[in-house]
T-cell receptor
């Protein structure tokens, strides 16, 4: 059974700071790793996904995956108040249509 | 462009009453479809998935059922609601095949009293 854990549970950062969110998983055969963002009262929305070791950058967001360490992360450069939301990591496994989501990190960016 | 529409937006229902929630996806042929549930302040829990019309797989047992009567429609239902069914129900779709991003609908907020 895939276990996905996120840290920290919550985070407050000043505007302009670098924010780092972490996700660990238990199944070394996992194939899909993604971050979703959920603003209060809204549905989650996919931010970025990665399939192989390394990193991927899109604008202010960078996702980094280390399968050997069973860990991936999301880094937000120049954090903005509009980035304040619940960040969910999701992990899948080949041959399985089930994505397991972490419990989330609640980020607040203060101006 | 693909659109996903969930209905109703919100419901207040009595314990023991029936429930039917719906989801329609337009602009994408043969999508994978999913139902998720999120308790207030809780983790997203996958309930069902479907990769083809007429076939639905259950992921967890919560006294709920799901059906896919058409390629673009996914229905979640139960004959008898429990208090524990309260929460946020989300439908999502992804491209056929595996390991692609989900696009979620706007969700249905359910309160069982």
């Amino acid at each position: 059974q895939q276990k996905v854990q996120q840290s920290p549970e919550s985070l407050i950062v000043p505007e302009g700071a670098m924010t780092s969110l972490n996700c660990t998983f238990s199944d070394s055969a996992s194939q899909y790793f993604a971050w979703y963002r959920q603003h209060s009262g809204k549905a989650p929305k996919a931010l970025m996904s990665i399939f192989s070791n390394g990193e991927k950058e899109e604008g202010r967001f960078t996702i980094h995956l280390n399968k050997a360490s069973l860990h991936f992360s999301l880094h937000i450069r120049d954090s903005q108040p509009s980035d304040s939301a619940l960040y969910l990591c999701a992990v899948s496994h080949t041959g399985n249509y089930k994505y397991v989501f972490g419990a989330g990190t609640r980020l607040k960016v203060i101006a | 462009a693909q659109t996903i529409h969930q209905w109703p937006v919100a419901e207040i229902k009595a314990v023991g009453s029936p429930l039917s929630l719906g989801c329609t996806i337009k602009g994408k042929s043969s999508p994978n479809l999913y139902w998720y549930w999120q308790a207030t302040g809780g983790t997203l829990q996958q309930l069902f998935y479907s990769i083809t019309v007429g076939q639905v797989e259950s992921v967890v047992q919560l006294n709920l059922s799901a059906s896919r009567p058409k390629d673009d429609q996914f229905i979640l239902s139960t004959e008898k609601l429990l208090l524990s069914h309260s929460g946020f129900y989300l439908c999502a779709w992804s491209l056929p095949g595996e390991n692609s991003d989900y696009t979620f609908g706007s969700g249905t907020r359910l309160l069982v009293i």
